[in-house]
């Protein structure tokens, strides 16, 4: 499967402790995007790469929250310090550098915070 | 603030019978627009893209979409659907001139399609 791809799937932890999701996304796709998704609503943009840079963060994305993407190839987003409000589908996209480039989104990694 | 609209969240429907979503954002520059779906269980899929040109488009699975610049409006639409048409769609918009083909998507239209 060349899709892009998102793991783990589903993490369960406790409020407070750290979690990481990892994205590959398609091999030829420099541009690289973080969404959330809560019940019921749309997915919400995060953050997004171009190559390594981290080009825009909205507002969303509070201090707990980082991501990277060191070679410009995977990408990690951290959650510190987990919160029951950060439940949520985090989704990854990745997309070519086209102003008519579609994204292409992962299966997303389903956060439960307890 | 920049958004998107889509006005039913939720739509039951039986095999055979026509769909319109419908879908209005608050861009003042030129938009791309889009319609994603997002299958039970699967991820969010494109199902069709407007960029320029012939305001009528058609995507995969007989789904089409008519942009009504006047109207800020992007309505999806398919004459007669499926059981299988049972989804998710969001509707999507980016503005031309910002950098990073970042994507707005509306809250999304949850479709039940009965046999």
């Known amino acids: 499967d060349t899709g892009v791809s998102q793991n783990p799937r589903h993490k369960i932890t406790k409020r407070g402790q750290n979690v990481t999701f990892r994205c590959d996304p398609i091999?030829?796709?420099?541009?690289l995007y973080w969404y959330r998704q809560t019940l019921g609503q749309g997915p919400e943009f995060l953050t997004y790469?171009?190559?390594?840079?981290?080009?825009?963060k909205s507002r969303l994305l509070s201090d707990r929250f980082s991501a990277e993407r060191p070679k410009g190839s995977f990408s990690t987003l951290e959650i510190q310090r987990t919160e029951q409000g950060d439940s949520a589908m985090y989704l990854c996209?990745?997309?070519?550098?086209?102003?008519?480039?579609?994204?292409?989104f992962g299966e997303g990694s389903r956060l439960t915070v307890l | 603030a920049q958004s998107v609209s889509q006005h039913n969240h939720h739509v039951i429907l039986s095999e055979a019978a026509s769909l319109e979503l419908g879908c209005n954002y608050s861009?003042?520059?030129?938009?791309?627009l889009f319609w994603y779906v997002q299958y039970p269980g699967q991820h969010l899929q494109l199902l069709l893209k407007?960029?320029?040109?012939?305001?009528l488009v058609k995507g995969i699975k007989g789904f089409e979409a008519e942009f009504i610049k006047s109207k800020f409006s992007f309505n999806l639409r398919k004459p007669s659907v499926q059981w299988s048409d049972t989804a998710e769609y969001f509707c999507?918009?980016?503005?031309?001139?910002?950098?990073?083909?970042?994507?707005?998507f509306g809250g999304g239209t949850r479709v039940l399609v009965k046999p």
């Open positions: 790469f171009q190559n390594e840079a981290q080009l825009e």
């Open positions: 996209a990745s997309s070519l550098d086209l102003q008519t480039g579609e994204l292409f």
């Open positions: 407007y960029f320029s040109g012939d305001p």
């Open positions: 861009y003042g520059g030129t938009v791309n």
């Open positions: 091999s030829e796709h420099n541009r």
């Open positions: 999507a918009v980016n503005l031309i001139k910002a950098a990073g083909n970042k994507l707005t």
